[in-house]
């Protein structure tokens, strides 16, 4: 079984810094796509940014420049959040997903509370 365990996130006003982290505990999970997606209230969850094992970072354009995917391996990833906006805040979930010998999954964290005060 895969269980992904976030941490981080809390209450911090417009301008300030977070950083969040995700690791993946359980079976081995490699040539994966782990990231991070975002869910505001009244809104559907987003994409925030994501990176495969082999490197390639995605991200969403609301946080282009301000936000830093990085991962040490196959099962840790960090998101370094700066220059908080309030519209950033919302519940922050981790995610690891691959697709290996025709078989997909998908796997989610429990999520992190993010909070940015104007």
């Known amino acids: 079984q895969v269980r992904l365990v976030e941490s981080g996130g809390g209450l911090v006003q417009a301008g300030g810094s977070l950083t969040l982290s995700c690791e993946v505990f359980?079976?081995?999970?490699?040539?994966?796509?782990m990231g991070w997606y975002r869910e505001a209230p009244g809104k559907e969850r987003e994409l925030v940014a994501s990176?495969?094992?082999?490197?390639?970072t995605n991200y969403a354009d609301s946080v282009k420049g301000r936000f830093t995917l990085s991962r040490d391996n196959a099962k840790k990833t960090v998101l370094q959040m700066n220059s908080l906006k309030p519209e950033d805040t919302g519940r922050y979930y981790c995610?690891?997903?691959?697709?290996?010998?025709?078989?997909?999954?998908?796997?989610w964290g429990s999520g992190t509370l993010v909070t940015v005060s104007s």
């Open positions: 995610n690891a997903r691959r697709s290996k010998n025709g078989i997909s999954e998908n796997h």
């Open positions: 990176s495969s094992e082999t490197g390639g």
């Open positions: 359980g079976r081995t999970f490699s040539d994966n796509v």
